[in-house]
């Protein structure tokens, strides 16, 4: 079975889109599943925070409890701050990996176009502005003889 070679680079190209959505995919997929990781290392550490802060007492000392309390707040927002660096860090990986690939696939196309424009400069052997022009000659030469 022979298929026309338009076909085949059709399918290849259909082969590559899909590859490259695939890329995308896995690229999210993964970036989804740190930042998911990353949520809910923050959502337990939360709730084990509140679960061993120091409540204020009836009757203890004030100094104490407040002292307690800062440092578990100051505890808190350390593990605020990273927890925002990883997210942080997440995006910024998976932005610069779509870069990455956005880059090829440009590059792929750039190289596939400038074949396609080769190949079909040397189907087509006469220039487009000659192709124009020649009409019009052959109209004149003809006008001329019937003159």
Do not use: W
């Amino acid at each position: 079975m022979t298929t026309h070679p338009a076909y085949q680079k059709l399918a290849e190209t259909a082969h590559n889109n899909a590859e490259q959505l695939q890329a995308y995919a896995l690229i999210a997929l993964d970036a989804s599943e740190r930042l998911l990781a990353i949520h809910f290392g923050a959502a337990r550490s939360v709730c084990e925070s509140l679960s061993t802060s120091p409540a204020p007492l009836v009757g203890a000392d004030v100094q104490d409890t407040l002292a307690k309390q800062a440092v578990a707040q100051t505890r808190n927002l350390e593990q605020f701050g990273d927890y925002l660096r990883r997210v942080n860090e997440v995006c910024a990986d998976a932005q610069s990996e779509l870069v990455e690939l956005g880059s090829r696939q440009f590059e792929q196309f750039q190289q596939s176009f400038s074949a396609l424009l080769h190949e079909a400069r040397t189907l087509n052997l006469v220039s487009p502005l000659e192709a124009m022009t020649a009409p019009e000659a052959r109209s004149r030469g003809g006008m001329r003889k019937a003159a």
